[in-house]
């Protein structure tokens, strides 16, 4: 079942911050982050365990409650590199990664 | 090493004829996904392969959809009769497994079916 993202879209000014969610309805096994510029494939940015788990990438982080079945991406200090959309891709047991609609994020000097 | 690979890059082709998708997975990576992307929209799962076999076919949306891996490596993804509403970007991913690892994905076939 597919997560859902929000908010859809967002924009941003250089260095501020911006928070993307992902909920689910089923127990999950672990969030998965991506990232895609238009014109390219997804690009991974990290991946997150059940159990509270937080990690961090440059001033990208991201936080997974696995009671809640959320996952949230924190943004700081945005740049406009920063700028594409954000899927978010969930696993619950054996079943493979399922992706949401995605978080279109924009960031304007 | 070389990434994940896709062929071709962009296919056009006129209403009910069938095309054929190809996927070169990252050497030693065991798992195989295809997606589908339709213009601004998200990542729609089609299938998952594990080695050779499908466990998972249940995102392909018709029968005129199929899909095979040989050798554990390459993957085909074929669709039949294909209609205007398959014109989308096919992606390929692979990973090292099912599960918590890193997926990779191709640069995906570009399909207009005009």
């Known amino acids: 079942q597919q997560p859902v993202q929000s908010p859809q879209a967002v924009i941003l000014r250089e260095g501020e911050d911006a928070v993307i969610n992902c909920s689910s309805s089923k127990a999950l096994y672990s969030v998965h982050w991506y990232r895609q510029k238009h014109g390219e494939a997804p690009v991974f940015l990290m991946i997150?365990?059940?159990?509270?788990e937080q990690k961090g990438h440059d001033k990208i982080s991201a936080s997974f409650n696995e009671k809640k079945q959320q996952s949230s991406l924190y943004l700081t200090a945005s740049q406009l590199s920063y700028s594409g959309t954000y899927f978010c891709?969930?696993?619950?047991?054996?079943?493979?990664?399922?992706f949401g609609k995605g978080t279109r994020l924009s960031v304007i000097a | 090493g070389a990434g994940v690979s896709q062929s071709p890059s962009n296919k056009v082709t006129e209403k009910g004829k069938d095309v054929e998708l190809r996927c070169d997975p990252i050497?030693?990576?065991?798992?195989l996904y295809w997606y589908r992307q339709s213009l601004g929209q998200g990542l729609e799962f089609l299938i998952y392969?594990?080695?050779?076999?499908?466990?998972?076919k249940s995102g392909l949306p018709s029968d005129r959809f199929s899909a095979e891996r040989t050798g554990g490596s390459v993957s085909t993804l074929t669709i039949q009769r294909t209609q205007q509403e398959d014109s989308a970007v096919y992606l390929c991913a692979s990973s090292l497994g099912q599960g918590a690892f890193q997926k990779y994905f191709g640069p995906g076939t570009r399909l207009t079916v005009t």
């Open positions: 050497s030693g990576h065991t798992a």
């Open positions: 891709g969930t696993e619950a047991g054996n079943t493979p990664l399922v």
């Open positions: 997150l365990l059940k159990g509270g």
């Open positions: 392969f594990q080695g050779n076999s499908a466990p998972d």
